[in-house]
């Protein structure tokens, strides 16, 4: 199973951006799919998490500014970020629950590379 991220880039403080996360590989189902940062000299932190049945979890830092939503026929994960801030710059990272096969066995905790979002005052 692989994980592509991608969309992060430069972008002025109260600007947008909009990450990808695609899921490839021997996939049976996705549970939930979420998307952290590392912010320089910072631990990696929870950013927001979606279920399989669109169910929502975001970090209070983010809750207002940030949508994540997810097209479960592409295997996709997206996070729409507005009213960008410097703080929220960071390399982005996303993870997956995945099944690859109909067995509990096959299940496995996965990371796309990280795409860095760089927010300029």
């Known amino acids: 199973v692989q994980l592509q991220a991608s969309g992060g880039g430069l972008v002025q403080a109260g600007g947008s951006l909009r990450l990808s996360c695609a899921a490839s590989g021997t996939i049976f189902s996705i549970n939930a799919m979420g998307w952290y940062r590392r912010a320089p000299g910072k631990q990696r932190e929870l950013v927001a998490t979606?279920?399989?049945?669109?169910?929502?979890n975001y970090a209070d830092s983010v809750k207002g500014r940030f949508t994540i939503s997810r097209d479960n026929a592409k295997k996709t994960a997206y996070l729409q970020m507005n009213s960008l801030k410097p703080e929220d710059t960071a390399v982005y990272y996303c993870?997956?629950?995945?099944?690859?096969?109909?067995?509990?066995?096959?299940?496995?905790?996965?990371w796309g590379q990280g795409t860095l979002v760089t927010v300029s005052s």
């Open positions: 979606i279920t399989s049945g669109g169910s929502t």
């Open positions: 993870n997956a629950d995945v099944y690859m096969r109909a067995i509990i066995t096959s299940r496995g905790d996965y």
